[in-house]
């Protein structure tokens, strides 16, 4: 980056189901002074709202959108077939598809709420991250339908099935990297907003389910501080963490506490707006 050219900015958004919406609260206050973005990934819960910034959405159209897509409901049926898996595996046969969900409502609900959109329809341009089930690779979508990326990208191992997407089983973009911030820089950002959160632990222990949870909070905020540190010590991009502080537990299905987390959003990134315009000379 040059005093001359202009910087590129890019936000990233790591995991973090419901609390990734704190990134319409950073929107709210980008707007408002005027700083415009020049790339968005998303990786798990925070592809879903990469994708709605990146639409040009307002923030009560992807608030209303949310609420259409997540809710509880998309866990509530059980897949009979891995259910199978596990008691019988003698008689069904256990393979890449495994998940405890029924993923077609969750499938469903992300096409009708993206309506169709492909990459190229987004105004501000996008990357969602995966993980390669086989290999563990991180995989970047960059192309084709949106609401297939995004739901890929949410692919919790264990509870909903690796997606296909182009003959690659992929799951939880978490999995190879909760906070992606290295997409950003190969993409030539100079300036990255980086919006992270800790995975919640689990209070009690007492279902596979809660087990499952737990296990991959341990990786994932083990992941984020390992490669945040690396990233933060060894590039030359300007990344400046944007961390909103919640003092109310956000699980997994909390939609009713959307706009707190918005606001939260919000205040967070009026906490580094003076740094960030200071970068931007403005």
């Known amino acids: 980056m040059t005093t001359i050219d202009k910087p590129r900015i890019a936000l990233?958004?790591?995991?973090?189901?419901?609390?990734?919406?704190?990134?319409?609260?950073?929107?709210?206050?980008?707007?408002?002074?005027?700083?415009?973005l020049d790339m968005v990934v998303g990786c798990?819960?925070?592809?879903?709202?990469?994708?709605?910034?990146?639409?040009g959405w307002s923030v009560q159209k992807a608030t209303d959108t949310t609420l259409k897509m997540w809710?509880?409901?998309?866990?509530?049926?059980?897949?009979?077939?891995?259910?199978l898996q596990l008691a019988l595996p003698w008689l069904v046969k256990f393979d890449?598809?495994?998940?405890?969900?029924?993923?077609?409502?969750?499938?469903?609900?992300?096409r009708?709420?993206?309506?169709?959109?492909?990459?190229?329809?987004?105004?501000?341009?996008?990357?969602v991250t995966a993980t390669d089930l086989y290999n563990g690779e991180q995989v970047i979508m960059s192309e084709g339908s949106v609401a297939e990326a995004v739901r890929a990208s949410i692919s919790i191992p264990f509870i909903f099935p690796p997606h296909k997407v182009n003959s690659r089983y992929l799951v939880d973009g978490f999995q190879s990297d909760p906070l992606p911030i290295g997409v950003a820089i190969k993409e030539g950002a100079d300036i990255i907003i980086a919006m992270g959160f800790?995975?919640?632990?689990?209070?009690?222990?007492?279902?596979?389910?809660?087990?499952?949870?737990?296990?991959?909070?341990?990786?994932?905020?083990n992941l984020l501080k390992t490669n945040y540190a690396f990233h933060n010590l060894a590039h030359h991009s300007e990344i400046i963490p944007i961390l909103p502080e919640f003092e109310h537990k956000i699980k997994l299905f909390d939609t009713d506490k959307l706009p707190y987390v918005i606001e939260e959003g919000e205040r967070a990134a009026e906490k580094q707006l003076p740094f960030i315009k200071g970068l931007l000379g403005i």
Do not use: H, W
Request: proline share 2%; charged share 20%.
């Open 71 to 83: 809710t509880r409901e998309v866990t509530a049926k059980r897949n009979t077939r891995a259910l």
């Open 12 to 36: 990233v958004i790591g995991s973090g189901s419901v609390k990734c919406a704190a990134a319409l609260g950073l929107m709210k206050v980008f707007e408002r002074e005027k700083i415009g």
């Open 96 to 110: 890449e598809t495994f998940g405890l969900i029924d993923d077609s409502l969750v499938n469903r609900r992300f």
């Open 112 to 127: 009708e709420g993206f309506a169709g959109a492909t990459f190229a329809d987004m105004k501000i341009p996008l990357f």
């Open 198 to 221: 800790e995975s919640p632990y689990q209070d009690r222990i007492t279902s596979l389910m809660r087990y499952n949870f737990q296990m991959s909070s341990v990786t994932s905020n």
């Open 44 to 55: 798990s819960g925070g592809s879903i709202y990469a994708s709605l910034i990146a639409l």
